[in-house]
């Protein structure tokens, strides 16, 4: 095998692919990134078995044939190349290594056997359903944070859950204390319903970033979702099994809420975060007399207390303890200049809406006051 590829093309390109390649597996060959050449096109191609991703573009292709080479390593390289057209030859006999060349550079990879790598799930025969790249986009860069981080008891939580519901894509993630719910009005019913992994959402955001007039194609099997535009092919496994009712954890009455400005309240929580306890890091929201009072106290290093303005108010007067980081990683996911706040309770979840109405709820954190 033999290609041309410009420098300017091929890094990002395989920054990507060392993304999604694994730094440690069982079988060596996954840390690789398979590299196919034929007919004027290379693919490359990187697969962890939860995360697959597949980019093909126009190269000069001497020699046809494949090599897998070491991801991460293969990219570092080709990311400190000089600027020009990177020569790409694998080295005879054997054709398991590969040379790489760039005016007076020259490195060579030891690789492996294209015909180790394996196969990329199979979706042919799917008919997929388009979504804009700008819708998909906004729903990952709305839910992605409240997914869990880690949960081994229940690693369906640790995925975002997406359904076509009366005309509206609905993406919902929680992590059991924080939930998220987006929906998207759509063009009739779709056929989709799954639970993705939030790593893939996030690779499909990155790759995403520059692509908002892109329509995306989405293809759904019994156990892989892949996302597909022009040159790429993202996969992503998908949790199996239900995802938790969250129907039952949303309040539907309130006896209070109130308007205020989002940044004006991101800058409330970050100041009076700072001297809330370790252990729980709360704040406490009071919404009183027709005014939003946060506050927060350490018992060895003092307290803090600051009035947020408010556009306006009703109901009773309510106190609520709630986690400082997950009210500011909510604030910093929501579009818009406005948050309406909708208190159920002493006790109960709080409801925060942005200017698209979309629902950020945050459990209340239990106090001895």
């Known amino acids: 095998m033999r290609c041309l590829i410009e420098q300017s093309v091929l890094e990002p390109t395989l920054s990507a692919m060392a993304r999604v390649a694994p730094v440690r597996s069982s079988a060596a060959v996954l840390q690789g990134v398979l590299v196919e050449a034929d007919r004027g096109q290379v693919t490359f191609s990187a697969y962890d078995y939860d995360v697959a991703l597949r980019m093909t573009m126009e190269a000069s292709v001497v020699d046809p044939g494949g090599v897998v080479l070491p991801a991460k390593l293969f990219a570092e390289l080709v990311r400190r190349l000089p600027k020009g057209t990177v020569d790409i030859a694998t080295i005879a006999p054997h054709h398991l290594s590969a040379s790489i060349d760039v005016d007076a550079t020259h490195a060579e990879l030891h690789g492996f056997d294209p015909e180790e790598f394996p196969e990329l799930p199979d979706m042919r025969g799917i008919a997929p359903v388009e979504l804009s790249a700008k819708t998909l986009v906004a729903a990952v860069e709305s839910v992605g944070y409240a997914a869990a981080k880690r949960d081994p008891t229940r690693p369906i939580l640790e995925g975002v859950h997406v359904a076509c519901d009366d005309g509206r894509l609905v993406w919902t993630a929680t992590n059991a204390l924080r939930l998220v719910q987006v929906k998207q009005a759509v063009d009739g019913e779709l056929p989709i319903r799954f639970t993705v992994p939030r790593r ?64 004006r309240l991101e800058q ?102």
Do not use: K
Not at 213 to 234: I, N
Not at 321 to 348: D, K, P, S, T, Y
């Open 200 to 263: 893939g959402l996030s690779e499909l955001l990155r790759l995403l970033e520059d692509e908002e007039e892109t329509t995306v194609q989405v293809y759904q099997s019994a156990s892989y979702v892949m996302f597909a535009w022009d040159h790429v092919q993202l996969y992503t496994r998908l949790y199996q099994g239900g995802y938790p009712d969250v129907t039952r954890v949303i309040p539907t009455e309130f006896i209070a809420e109130c308007r205020v400005e989002r940044d």
């Open 268 to 369: 409330a929580v970050e100041r009076t975060t700072i001297l809330a306890e370790n252990e729980h890091h709360s704040v406490t929201l009071e919404l009183s007399n027709g005014a939003l009072c946060m506050s927060s106290r350490a018992r060895d290093r003092g307290q803090a207390r600051e009035e947020v303005p408010i556009l306006e108010s009703s109901g009773e007067e309510v106190r609520v303890a709630l986690n400082a980081r997950f009210v500011l990683e909510m604030l910093r996911a929501m579009e818009g200049q406005v948050v309406r706040i909708r208190f159920a309770g002493r006790g109960r979840p709080v409801c925060f809406h942005d200017d698209d109405d979309h629902l950020h709820l945050i459990s209340t954190v239990l106090t001895r006051d």
